[in-house]
């Protein structure tokens, strides 16, 4: 799943491209990706401008001059790619060849057209994204934006805060916690496995058995970690394009994350695959040990 490094990538990138750009028409391929009427489409985002980007944690938030604004979630597969009219391509989200390949095509469900030419592809494999029409006031009462935590690398995320949420879950894995998306916004599998690495905390680890000095070190790395996927344009598990002309390439870097068998670039032991949370989890046994008193 796209996480918040990568959804970031594409709202920077977009922001550079579509801000200011007349929406001109509305083509949806597959109904319950934009489960929107028809009138409605044609009122309220035809003829529109898109006047800002932002996001909340794996939410795409594109503003328009209407007053109105569209939601984009990627889920599992989704991904945006913006082809300008002469042809130069920009995509993000699940990589996939529908990035690079001519487009619609069988994973296309919505299409986006400016009065410059230029088109948006909302492709999503397994139909699982999601596009909502809202006005600006209903945009923090989604029934998903509600309930998000606040951005790790906003002042709201703090050490104090951390802590109160760890030990708020004190019998939870320290790993859940951090994949909660009303405790932290926008950090996934990914970023989780590498932030507990450079934090030298096990992800099985009680939450509230953590002492003052691993909390401070666990929001310090994933206020890193964060930083660095964004820096980097999120991660890619194929050659593409992101939207700001780049490509994701934070996992030719990774501390841990899909790199069992290989040596762990701290202290060379071997990096191990298990699973936490209900998710495969990337470790190494020696920098993230885990105390008797701390196993479930």
């Known amino acids: 799943m796209p996480e918040g490094p990568e959804v970031e990538t594409i709202r920077r990138g977009l922001e550079q491209e579509i801000v200011g750009q007349q929406l001109s028409r509305v083509e949806v391929i597959f109904e319950k990706s934009f489960p929107e009427t028809s009138i409605r489409q044609k009122e309220l985002v035809v003829g529109a401008k898109v006047t800002e980007m932002s996001r909340r944690g794996k939410v795409l938030i594109i503003r328009l001059s209407n007053g109105y604004a569209l939601l984009f979630h990627l889920k599992m597969t989704g991904q945006i790619v913006l082809v300008k009219a002469g042809g130069v391509r920009y995509a993000g989200g699940h990589p996939t060849e529908s990035m690079r390949d001519s487009l619609p095509d069988r994973s296309t469900r919505v299409v986006f057209t400016f009065e410059s030419g230029d088109l948006m592809y909302f492709n999503d494999q397994r139909k699982f994204g999601w596009i909502k029409l809202v006005t600006k006031d209903e945009i923090e009462e989604d029934s998903l934006v509600r309930r998000l935590g606040p951005e790790v690398l906003s002042e709201d995320f703090s050490v104090s805060y951390l802590a109160a949420q760890l ?89 841990v994350f899909r790199r069992e068998g290989k040596p762990c670039p701290v202290c060379g032991t071997t990096i191990q695959k298990i699973r936490v949370a209900g998710r495969g989890s990337h470790i190494c046994p020696k920098c993230q040990k885990l105390p008797k008193a701390s196993k479930l």
């Open 167 to 255: 030990k708020r879950h004190g019998r939870a894995q320290i790993k859940a916690i951090i994949l909660d998306q009303s405790v932290a916004a926008g950090v996934g599998n990914i970023y989780a496995d590498e932030a507990l690495h450079l934090a030298r905390l096990h992800p099985s680890r009680e939450a509230g058995s953590l002492k003052p000095a691993e909390v401070k070190r666990l929001h310090a790395a994933i206020r890193d970690i964060i930083m660095l996927g964004i820096q980097h344009g999120g991660t890619s598990f194929s050659h593409y394009v992101n939207s700001l002309g780049g490509t994701g390439d934070y996992l030719a870097q990774a501390r």
